[in-house]
């Protein structure tokens, strides 16, 4: 059973999803800002920006959410075969110095059919899950150490990469991904990718 904490809130975070404002209809700046504004006020502690081809990109919701509001925590749905594991690290690390503020990341596998048909994505399902949890590494190494990183992996290969970024060890990111795997993937493997990427820079953080 939820319990209160001190300050009134419940011992969980409570999330909620970003509108998909349609430009036609009006100011969607200003949607998303009211919007955001008014979870903030019902205590909300975080807001999803959902990865699609048709919406505004999550990065430019969150960008908007950390802007007008206080505390609310963006949750950004993160494509691998969208963005490379460098800039997201990059844009993680960035929007949290600029605005002294945790960016939690839901990490997705998968999307509409026509939409990976549309980016001739080769990977089975199986195989998506897999260079997801590749990607997290390598973000992850990232963002811990300001220092040359070596990787040699299936899917990412990198030579003293760098951020050139003090570690984000303040504000480390919640990470998300989801539980569904087909019937010939062990549990092991999803319980690794949703505990042990719980956590980040040796701090444990709550993967929900």
């Given amino acids: 059973m939820a ?3 001190s300050r009134g809130r419940y011992d969980f975070d409570v999330y909620g999803t970003a509108l998909a404002p349609n430009p036609a209809e009006g100011d969607p700046l ?3 800002t009211e919007f955001a504004q008014r ?7 975080g807001l999803l920006a ?3 081809h048709f919406n505004f990109h999550p990065w ?3 960008a908007t959410v950390l802007q007008h509001t206080k505390a609310i925590t963006p949750l950004i749905a993160l494509q691998p075969n969208a963005q490379a594991p460098f800039t997201a690290a990059k844009l993680i690390w960035s929007l949290a110095t600029l605005h002294q503020r945790r960016i939690d990341v839901n990490l997705i596998t998968g999307a509409t059919k026509e939409e990976l048909e549309q980016i001739d994505e080769q990977l089975g399902h199986d195989e998506r899950y897999e260079r997801a949890t590749e990607y997290m590494t390598v973000v992850r190494a990232l963002l811990c150490a300001d220092e040359p990183l070596v990787h040699d992996g299936r899917y990412y290969r990198y030579r003293s990469l760098r951020l050139h970024s003090p570690p984000g060890r303040q504000w480390p990111p919640r990470w998300r991904m989801s539980r569904s795997l087909t ?3 062990s549990s092991s493997l999803r319980r690794r990718s949703w ?3 719980g956590r980040i820079c040796g701090s444990a953080s709550a993967s929900g």
Avoid: K, W
């Fill in 3 to 5: 319990t209160l904490g």
């Fill in 30 to 32: 200003q949607v998303f």
């Fill in 39 to 45: 979870a903030e006020r019902y205590g909300m502690d």
């Fill in 50 to 52: 959902f990865y699609n």
């Fill in 60 to 62: 430019a919701v969150a």
């Fill in 183 to 185: 019937p010939s993937r």
């Fill in 195 to 197: 505990v042990e990427h």
